[in-house]
């Protein structure tokens, strides 16, 4: 359950307290857009499995995604949940990175419209993170987001070894849009109420990540585009 929201007694100032709440109120609405999103790629799974059925062909492929999804239902709820209660992550959970973003892309592909995206991963097997694996899918399904509104039909994901520290890896989401003027990196795209670019919540997954986020160097495809640098256990 959500903690309580702190009492005028227990030695916190009132701003303080009222940035807590807002904060716990930003994070509760950014969960609840998230849990609509996959409620929602639930709903349309479950559909095309029943239609398979109707026509008396195998729906195991679907039947799986559908698990996979509901099972990315509750690990976010789980989560966030631990997250606000300030709940510690147990320093021996370790999960697979290129595993986590290749779902993520997955479950994004049949929604990106007529963005076609591309995912390129260079880390060797074994490679880790610690922390919690929902955040990193729900930034990186953020980060694909803004990407394919500002593309001119190509999005690229890579997933790298940091070459400056081989104790880190980078997570890269661009696109073919505008080119950036000059040498400059182009931003990346702005908050807007028309789209689903939303710089606050990435913003608080990279750090629960304990990450950096930066402007992604200009190269092709050309366009904008940020590069996550995460802590990760390169063998």
Known sequence: MIPDPPSAGDGRSGPAVRDRLEQLGQLSAELLHDLADVAYALE???????????????????????????AELGAMLRDTIDTLRGAAVSPEV????????ERAVRRFVPVSGPAEVRL??????????????????RLATHLLLGAARRSRGHVLVELTVDPADTSGILLSVCDDGPAPEGSAPAPHPRPSASDGW???????????LNGGVRSRPARAPGGSGLEIRLPARVP
């Open 198 to 208: 939303r710089p606050g919540i990435v913003s608080w997954l990279v750090g629960q």
């Open 120 to 137: 390129v991963c260079d880390l060797p097997p074994g490679t880790t993170m610690g922390g919690r694996e929902s955040f990193l899918s």
């Open 44 to 70: 349309q799974r479950t559909r095309l499995a029943a239609a398979e059925a109707r026509r008396g062909r195998p729906a195991v492929a679907e039947l799986e995604r559908t698990v996979e999804a509901s």
């Open 94 to 101: 370790a999960w697979d990175p290129r595993a986590t973003v």
